[in-house]
């Protein structure tokens, strides 16, 4: 996996990329990360990338020439040959007016082999680089951002844990928050945890076992398999309720799933 980002900012990467899972699967060779500074595709001496956009209006716009100049120059394929075949990269402008970026997204990302990231600034970017360059518009939430830099991190990292051999234990990813379920019939394996199955996770405790009088739930230490599953998804259905409902219907909950938040709706 390779990631292209561009940015007028690109001394911003030098410190969120450098650390942790991101930093270690780029000594590792399982993904790399190209910065490209878009003022270096200018053609004025002042080096300008945006202009007041037409019609009027505060603020100011990026301008296309130098984004699609920087793209062009990686020479990935045209954005009409990316969307006819499928492909194996995309060219993303990050943007508060894209797409809510999700776990599945950062799952659909994970299957490509080159990612160019375009990182908004100002008020927006000249239009014709959502219609006619990136494949999609890809927002991290629903506020506004100074810039796309701390979204392209967000997405790199997310993207970057769910790649083969980034994390030390692969099925640690399984088991996060908003994850879909694995299906652990097809290993034959036993399984002592609860994955998120799309829910948020489960509550997690470690040693000591009492802790100022604060004592680990007893069905954790019991050593019961079945009990420690029973307790997992119950408590994650628990906490998707009280903070994030609505993926209640999202996901798919068995009868007894349906029964115990008829239940904690009481």
Sequence with gaps: MKFEIVTIFPDFFRGPLDYGIVRRARESGVMDIAVHDLRAFTR?????????????????????????????????????????????????????QGQRFTQTAADQLAKLARIVL?????????????????????SVGDFVL???????????????????????NERSAQQESFSAAPDFR?????????SSGGLLDYPHYTRPAEFRGMRVPEELVSGNHQQIRA????RALEK???????????????????DLVARLKR
């Design 44 to 96: 004025d001496r002042h080096r300008t990338v945006d202009d007041r956009p037409f019609g009027g209006g505060e603020g100011m716009v990026l301008k296309p020439e130098p984004i699609f100049e920087c793209v062009e120059s990686l020479r990935v394929k045209p954005q009409q040959d990316r969307k006819a075949s499928g492909g194996d990269e995309s060219v993303i402008l990050l943007s508060p």
């Design 118 to 138: 375009i990182c908004g600034r100002y008020e927006g970017v000249d239009e014709r680089v959502s219609e006619f360059l990136a494949d999609r518009e890809l």
């Design 146 to 168: 100074s810039g796309g830099e701390l979204a392209a991190a967000v997405v790199v990292d997310a993207v970057t844990r769910l790649l083969p051999g980034a994390l030390g």
């Design 186 to 194: 097809a290993t034959g394996e036993p399984d002592s945890t609860c």
């Design 231 to 234: 307790w997992r998804r119950r």
């Design 240 to 258: 998707t309720l009280r903070h994030r409902p609505e993926l209640l219907d999202e996901v798919a909950l068995s009868g007894e799933d349906r």
